[in-house]
């Protein structure tokens, strides 16, 4: 080791037990800051961990949300019997079929839309349906008495002023409501639905005289793999190479409720440039902070360039202050963010398909720290470096550290440099990166704004003054 990393060391080392000996006065002046930057850390971290939780209680779910471990969607047809075949190679295969149609009383007087839904004696092959009271697919669905049977939400009940045991007309066809659909496995799978869920037999839908030339109707054929059908990205690539005409869409277990997990994102992207609002507007607060905290320490300041103390090792003493104050704010930031999945799992227990348990997710937890720490530099490198170039004599004459004019270009770059590694990390972080560089841009362009305001106000002042 050379005298010049040796002297480093050194200086480093006296700055640090300086810089301890100076928080023993406490944390007076810095609660704002401490508070600015533990909400937006908390605010990241949590947004980011509770959106890491559900989403991984979505792929765990997988098979229980679309009740299968592929799903296999043909508009306007059914499947060949050269495809029915292949799917049946895979393993079993669940058929059902989705359209909406109007359901009406027998007499006429009342009809409402609903969302028909006909599936056959394996649905569903994985999951439960939940029905009051709970029937087998034969005394639910079969014929009786001359009419089909079917399960419906407790909506549609009310809607026609029905009960359990009535009848109502689809098509051309008598449909009996034999019980209330409590729950079935896959409905976030089948994305959002318009009106009421009927659930009836495919015997029953093709009585009904619904499915014509022209009518939107969506086949759908559910598969449970065999053991040795491979992997579903092979099967995928298979089905897409073997029939490249069909036109049908595949999903896998892995990718069960693309809109749920959209919305989670989107949801998880707007809350995350929330915090990171928060942040950036309590960065002036930092700012506002470090020029006053400076500003009651010019004393100190005076003393230690009197004894011979330079520029540099006064810059670096505050520096790890201000540098461990802001740890103060992140680890309390990153508590709130870490305990947040845990609350949100007990809160949205009724609202989520899933089960959204709780539990620390360390790589979100990261980038809320990172935010924070880049958040803090970035705003308190400009007036720390205003204080490391305040002569002795200024600060003794009751001056202050907070003066006119601009620190030494160093310091200029650095906290550019840094404001924008936040702005890269922003949007390299996001989930929709056209969003976050709208929101980046948005930012730097409020913060001219208001700068061009403050000086255009300062200008005025002084012409008034004269």
Known sequence: MNSDEMSFRRSLSLAFRFSLREMRGGLSGFFIFLACIALGVGAIGGVNSVATAITGAVEAE????????LRFELNQRRAGDAELSFLSGLGDVAESANMRSMARLPDGSDQTLVEVKAVDALYPLYGERVTEPQLSHAELFDEKAGAYGAAAPQLLFERLGLGVGDRIMLGGETIELRAVLVSEPDAVSDGFGFAPRLMISLDALQATGLIQPGSLVEH??????NG???ALETVQARAASAFPEAGWSIRTRSNAAPSLSRNIERFSQFLTLVGLTALVVGGVGVANAVRAYLDSKRAVIATFKSLGASGGFVFTVYL??????????????????????????????NVLPVPATGGVYPAALMVAALFGVMITLVFALMPLGRARDVPATALFREMGV?????PRPVY?????????????????????RRMAAIFVGATVFAFIVLRVVALG???WRAAVRV
Not at 220 to 225: D, E, N, S, T, W
Not at 419 to 429: H, I
């Open 62 to 69: 997988g098979q229980s949300l679309l009740a299968a471990d």
């Open 228 to 230: 040795d059908a491979g």
């Open 320 to 349: 790890v202050q201000i540098l461990m104050i802001a740890g103060i704010g992140v680890l309390a930031g990153l508590v709130i963010g870490a305990l947040m999945p845990f609350g949100a799992s007990a809160v949205l227990a």
């Open 402 to 406: 907070d003066g006119r004019g601009w």
């Open 412 to 432: 200029i770059a650095l906290s550019v440099a840094i404001a924008a590694g936040l702005a890269g990390f922003a949007v390299w972080f996001s989930d929709d």
């Open 220 to 225: 759908v054929y559910k598969v449970r793999l």
């Open 457 to 459: 106000i300062e200008c």
